[in-house]
């Protein structure tokens, strides 16, 4: 019996995470910090643009850590619930959402903004693919999304139901996007493990 539970252990810890978060994407470093107090006043949505050139090691993948971005709101009167949305790309524009994000922020918050939401889901991001990451406000101009440090540029502004893409008109919003290494999906050869394993414990205890 110990044998089989071996063999399980081992099939189980091939599907799980295998190394620490890996940087995907950046645009401000500490030698190149976001731009703290101006930024992007956002009017309804605002969307940035980044690419996963990380190539995972075979039989693995990226899978989504958490995101951060610098920020402030000015209402002191509201809740300042702010809404982060990671989309795929669709024709050039941020397509479905691949996840949705919900952070309030303290207009009274001293010091560089910085702000992380941790991924509950971890959609998986496909090196060579692009994704948009979005912020929100229910508040009209209540949001500033800090410029970022490289001064790289590229924003799709949501207006309506419709996402308009200038390329090279506005600086992008200080972001920063961090994954987990985990393997791309329960290979044969982990599936055919454990169901060994199963099979020979539920035959020793019939054999008992």
């Not at 500490?30 to 075979?58: H, K, R």
């Amino acid at each position: 019996m110990r044998l089989s539970v071996f063999l399980i252990a081992c099939a189980l810890l091939a599907s799980n995470v295998l190394r620490a978060n890996t940087l995907i994407y950046e645009n401000y470093t500490v030698i190149t910090p976001y731009v703290n107090g101006s930024g992007l006043n956002i009017v309804q949505e605002d969307a940035v643009p980044f690419t996963v050139d990380v190539i995972a090691p075979s039989g693995s993948a990226y899978a989504l850590s958490d995101i951060e971005f610098a920020g402030s709101v000015r209402n002191t009167e509201s809740l300042n619930r702010v809404t982060g949305k990671l989309y795929d790309t669709v024709n050039g524009l941020p397509g479905d959402v691949l996840e949705s994000f919900n952070l309030t922020l303290d207009p009274n918050a001293s010091g560089a903004p910085l702000y992380q939401l941790t991924s509950l889901t971890n959609p998986v991001l496909a090196t060579g693919q692009e994704y948009w990451f979005g912020l929100s406000d229910p508040v009209t101009n209540d949001l500033t999304w800090f410029f970022n440090g490289t001064g790289v540029s590229n924003v799709a502004t949501l207006s309506g139901s419709t996402w308009s893409y200038s390329p090279g008109q506005y600086s992008q919003g200080a972001l920063v996007v961090n994954a987990e290494l985990v393997t791309a999906s329960p290979e044969p050869a982990s599936l055919l493990l454990l169901g060994g394993a199963l099979a020979l414990g539920l035959g020793r205890k019939l054999w008992k």
